[in-house]
């Protein structure tokens, strides 16, 4: 059986010989919009349940917020939707939406406030895996009768366990979880009180630009226009997601003019397409950051100084002017930039010669031996060769140990790994998002059992930095929490056994004659109303 | 000696036919067949260092609800009860629901089997009608240009990567000469014109009588059917060759040329007649093999077949969907066993 990295090899030579010119003979209809991309990923429809970037993609287009990213000025941060204002209690611990006009599910159904009491409730008692966004507002099965209610059709009222950052819930509230279901179609849809559950995996009932038509798992998803939303009607009338794995098959497709948009051509492929007057390739920077953690339950890598040594013995550089081209930038604070508070300090730059004499200055002057657990995508594995070549010249020997996704991070929740090399999204576009996995850990004992935190997965206790981490969440003045974040990443970076290295860059190629295609940036899923061709 | 009876022990046993005999050992060999092979899969799946509860949950999931998700599963009951309770539901027909496409598994297979076989039985058709005549040429012509192609063609089969070969297929007749469609089994422009009957495409086209749709479907299905075929070709001419040489070299074909028969008749009806049986298992074989599901051109071809619906979801530790295509393939193997027995009796009087 051959494997799977054999479509490399196989992508490379079929980009070397197709750099001819390809004859374009054909192009999608101009209210129609055709994407090839990678969608297997896509297990469910359901806004409470759906925790996947394909399945983001969908949501986004097909159910509308109480407060939503504007595609065309995400600097913006979140702005009313359906919600149309909101008032904070003097405690800060009730905020009350009032409800905006002309918004109408695909059904013809009115949004009210009891379809969005309706949604965040369901959100809560289905206890899904996305859920957590909401419930660590002091949501839970038992209370959301009386902290999330609609006292009219106009009206939401949502009581919190204590006072947040204002920013920080809504900012959550836009996140897939936060979409408002059309409440009359999901109940005559429900089966054995699973609350529409099993339904909207495979159907939708939103009150978006799109509605799902059709989806064929591994194969297509076919949109059409929501004949009844509220906004501008979308140029594109239709939407077909193709689920094409190919990078060099994606770009034969785009250079016939058969799709308009490719989603994940490979640095090959991309620089294949330089010359062509026909296609041009946007970059948008993205959440995901790539990074290597080192588990203290390993003695040697509890020391400041071999810790500060590998961090200077990483070819950052080298890595994104390589193999990483185009496809990821240096960062090395655990916010993305674009996000509030991203630090964007680089303190550590590839320098043999400081790490050696730091490794000298360490318990460990003779070096010591290291596995790196690393699952088996190429940029992945690539990475930790990089890794095992440049610590190996500060005298750590390191083995790689491969594995598929679900092995290595495995032994990574188990806290088994020496080094994790990996990659982390934002689940939702609050800074919290990340510093509440990368600087939360205030119970490391094994019993604590709290595998979603990566300091936990490391086995780094950090009571004093959890505590300033919980301090930026509630502090509602934005410009004070946005300092406290850059003091909090500055902290990390020195002292943490993490080495963030990366944030990724999407490149997407498109027709010439694409307008206005956004991916959704750091924060957010991409659009598709308002694209234009 | 189905029409007599025995005595033991005083009893006196019911005459049992011997077609009925057979029938039941075969019904009991491919159930025994089946449940092995099931055993073997979900005893892989269970035994894996992965742990399927974050298969289903995801990465971010609380104690709580990993712990909820764990019981769900039946994870907390023995080995052999989780095993019983799969093959129960197994036989009331639950497959169960792939925590990949959150989907009845029987839902999937169903959409994803129909695929793989429209390919495969155009890809071994192709290899087939191209495939036996060149063998019996080349063995007929031995050693000429005509034996230098097959084996060169032969070789080719073996040796190139399908990838390679499916990548510049796609590029040039696809990307550079525009002759095929892309990929995927239907043009966006032609999804859902037609009712899906059969799942096979090209036959629900045939029967609503949408021509237009058939073409597009032709379109999409001849590249990689060809790339297919010609893998079948290559495997089937060398086959051929072989067994014609064998029959060739035979004493009975010396005396049928004596005897002043015609090459056409000493060839073909003569030897070839002969190697039939053999060729019977060779292209159930290929047949087999290209039911399967292959892989690699499902993923060139964006081909949404039951190979790449089994491995990717391996990958995802989607045990149900795995086990389920599992049944399907193992049933497919069987059936097609059956099959070439069934025609060895009809082929080969000495096999009754």
């Known amino acids: 059986m051959k494997t799977f990295t054999n479509f490399g090899k196989a992508a490379l030579v079929a980009t070397l010989l197709g750099s001819v010119a390809l004859p374009a003979f054909a192009e999608t209809p101009p209210n129609m919009l055709v994407i090839a991309n990678r969608i297997d990923d896509i297990k469910t429809f359901d806004p409470a349940e759906s925790f996947e970037f394909a399945g983001a993609d969908v949501s986004r287009n097909v159910y509308e917020k109480l407060v939503n990213f504007d595609p065309l000025d995400l600097d913006a941060g979140y702005a009313p939707q359906l919600a149309a204002s909101w008032d904070v209690s003097e405690d800060g611990k009730t905020i009350t939406f009032t409800m905006a006009d002309g918004h109408v599910f695909a059904s013809g159904n009115p949004v009210t406030a009891k379809d969005a009491e309706f949604s965040l409730r369901r959100a809560v008692l289905l206890n899904k895996t996305p859920s957590f966004i909401l419930t660590q507002f002091g949501f839970t099965a038992d209370n959301v009768e009386d902290t999330i209610k609609a006292t009219d059709d106009k009206t939401l009222v949502i009581t919190l366990d204590k006072q947040y950052a204002l920013s920080f819930v809504l900012n959550c509230l836009t996140a897939t979880i936060g979409g408002i279901v059309d409440s009359e179609t999901v109940m005559a849809n429900e089966t054995d009180g699973d609350m529409g559950n099993a339904w909207l995996r495979t159907n939708t009932a939103g009150s978006g630009p799109y509605k799902v038509l059709d989806w064929k798992p591994n194969e297509s998803v076919m949109m059409d226009l929501n004949p009844n939303y509220g906004g501008d009607e979308p140029a594109m009338k239709r939407v077909i997601v193709q689920h094409i794995q190919e990078s060099a098959t994606q770009r034969l497709q785009l250079e016939r003019g058969d799709i308009d948009i490719a989603r994940n051509l490979s640095p090959e492929d991309v620089a294949g397409l330089e010359g062509n007057a026909d296609v041009k390739v946007v970059d948008e920077l993205r959440g995901r950051l790539m990074y290597w953690s080192a588990n203290q339950k390993v003695e040697a890598l509890t020391d400041p100084k071999v810790l500060e040594a590998m961090k200077y013995a990483v070819d950052y550089k080298g890595m994104a002017d390589s193999f990483l081209k185009g496809q990821y930038t240096v960062q090395q604070a655990f916010l993305p930039l674009t996000f509030l508070g991203a630090l964007e300090d680089k303190p550590f730059a590839f320098d043999i010669e400081k790490a050696k004499s730091l490794m000298a200055e360490s318990g460990y002057p003779d070096g010591f031996d290291l596995k790196i657990s690393v699952r088996e995508a190429q940029e992945r594995i690539d990475i930790a060769q990089s890794l095992q070549n440049t610590w190996g010249q500060i005298g750590i020997n390191v083995e790689l140990i491969v594995g598929t996704g679900a092995q290595t991070l495995d032994r990574y929740r188990a806290r088994e790994h020496d080094i994790y090399v990996g990659a982390w999204g934002p689940d939702y576009p609050d800074p919290n998002t990340n510093a509440g996995t990368f600087a939360y850990n205030p119970d490391n004992s094994d019993e604590a059992g709290a595998t979603g935190l990566l300091a936990w997965r490391n086995a780094w206790g950090i009571p004093e930095m959890s505590e300033e981490t919980l301090a930026a969440v509630v502090e509602n003045d934005t410009e004070k929490r946005k300092e406290m974040y850059l003091a909090l990443q500055k902290e990390f970076q020195q002292v943490s056994p993490f080495g963030v290295m990366f944030q990724q860059i999407e490149q997407n190629a498109m027709a010439s004659s694409v307008e206005n295609f956004v991916a959704g940036g750091a924060t957010t899923a991409v659009s598709y109303w308002v694209i234009t061709k | ?352």
């Open chain 2, 1 to 352: 000696m189905a029409q007599t009876t025995s005595q033991k022990g005083g009893q006196r046993r019911l005459p049992v036919p011997s077609w009925l005999r057979k029938t039941l050992t075969t019904f009991a060999t491919v159930a025994i067949t089946l449940l092995g092979l099931l055993f073997v899969t979900f005893m892989i799946g269970r035994v894996m260092p992965i742990d399927p509860v974050l298969a289903v949950i995801g990465e971010r999931a609380t104690q709580a609800q990993y712990d909820e998700a764990y019981l769900a599963l039946g994870l907390d009951k023995p080995l052999l009860v989780q095993f019983g309770i799969y093959v129960t539901d197994v036989l009331h027909g639950d497959f169960g629901t792939s925590i990949r496409t959150g989907k009845q598994v029987s839902e999937d297979i169903a959409r994803v089997f129909p695929a793989t076989l429209e390919l495969a039985t155009l890809g071994t058709l192709i290899g087939v009608v191209l495939g036996v005549p060149l063998g019996v040429l080349a063995a007929v012509y031995r050693g000429s240009w005509i034996d230098q192609i097959s084996r060169f063609v032969g070789l080719i089969g073996y040796s190139m990567p399908i990838f390679w070969l499916g990548m510049m297929g796609l590029l040039i007749f696809y990307g550079i000469l525009g002759w095929v469609a892309g990929p995927g089994r239907l043009g966006v422009f032609y999804q859902g014109l037609v009712p899906d009957r059969t799942g096979l495409l090209l036959l629900d086209a045939m029967i609503a009588g949408d021509w237009t749709v058939f073409k597009d479907a032709l379109s999409h299905i001849i590249l990689p059917a060809c790339l297919l075929g010609y893998y079948s070709l290559a495997y089937i001419s060398r086959m051929t060759r072989s067994f014609m040489l064998e029959q060739l070299n035979a004493e009975y074909v010396t005396t049928a040329r004596v005897k002043g028969l015609s090459e056409w008749d000493v060839v073909w009806k003569h030897a070839f007649r002969n190697i039939s049986i053999q060729l019977i298992t060779v292209i159930a074989l290929a047949y087999a093999n290209l039911l399967e599901g292959s892989v690699l051109t499902e993923i060139i071809f964006a081909w949404p077949g039951i190979g790449s619906y089994i491995t990717t979801s391996l990958l995802s530790n989607d045990m149900n969907s795995v086990l389920g295509g599992t049944v399907v393939i193992g049933t497919v193997f069987v059936a097609l066993n059956i099959f070439s027995d069934l025609l060895y009796r009809f082929f080969d009087p000495r096999a009754k």
